[in-house]
Structure formats: C-alpha cells, structure tokens
C-alpha cells in the first residue's frame, strides 16, 4: 500500500523534498549561482576594457597622423612658395595619403569604442535578475 498525497496517483510522501532539504540544497547553490554570475561579469569587463583600449589606441593613432599631415600640409606650402610644382606637389601628395589615414584609424577606433558601450556587465546583471526572479517566485 503505497501512501499518497491529496490523491494524486503515483506520488508518495518521500517524492516531495523537505524544507530543511530545500534549505540546505539553497544554501550550497546560491554561492555557486553568485560565484558564476560574477566570473561571467569579470569576463565581460575585461572584453569591453581591451574593446574600449583598443579604440582609443586608434584615435591617438588618428590624432598622430593628423599632425603629420599638418606637419607635411606646411611643408608643401613652404614648397609651393619656394619651388616648382613637383616639390610641392610631392608633399601634397604626401599630405593627403596621411589624412586618409588618419580618417581610417578614426573610424576603426570609433567602431570599437562604440562596441564597448555601456561599460556595464549587461549579460551577467541580467542573470543575476533572472535569478532574484526564480528565487523570489516571480519567474517570467
């Protein structure tokens, strides 16, 4: 004779897990729960700090070539002055090959910066809402 609860067939009074099992059971799994979402917080941060790094590495690299390219911008005005036109045109030559560099490091630089924002841990902040959620009863 198996003994069964509010006459639901096939389940005994053992099958159901007691508070102090829940208890216990919620007590090791939630230091997990929180040691893994702050590992994966840890790791996102990390990703959107070398993302972030890396952009602005770019707009100095973009800054510097745009001062090279001033720089050789008033060597060929001095040259226009001074000489024909193939010295000058050399640099000005020069010039622009500087200036689209510049342009290009730019918008590398703004692409990854753009990847990085916001600095928030999105992924890990949103498990950890998740987890109040099922904790709390209120699972979406």
Do not use: N, Y
């Not at 959107?48 to 001033?70: E, P, T, Y």
């Not at 689209?100 to 949103?126: D, F, H, S």
């Amino acid at each position: 004779m198996s003994t069964s609860t509010s006459g639901e067939a096939g389940r005994t009074a053992h099958d159901d897990p007691s508070l102090g099992g829940l208890l216990h059971d919620l007590t090791q799994q939630v230091p997990a729960l929180v040691r893994s979402e702050l590992r994966l917080a840890q790791a996102e941060m990390a990703e959107k700090g070398k993302r972030a790094g890396l952009g602005i590495a770019m707009f100095g690299a973009a800054g510097l070539l745009g001062l090279f390219g001033i720089g050789c911008v008033v060597a060929t005005a001095v040259l226009g002055l001074a000489h024909a036109l193939p010295d000058w045109l050399s640099a000005l030559i020069v010039a622009v090959v500087l200036f689209g560099g510049a342009g290009i490091a730019a918008l590398v630089g703004k692409k990854e910066v753009a990847q990085a924002v916001p600095p928030a841990p999105e992924q890990a902040i949103e498990g950890v809402k998740e987890d109040i959620a099922v904790v709390t009863g209120e699972h979406r």
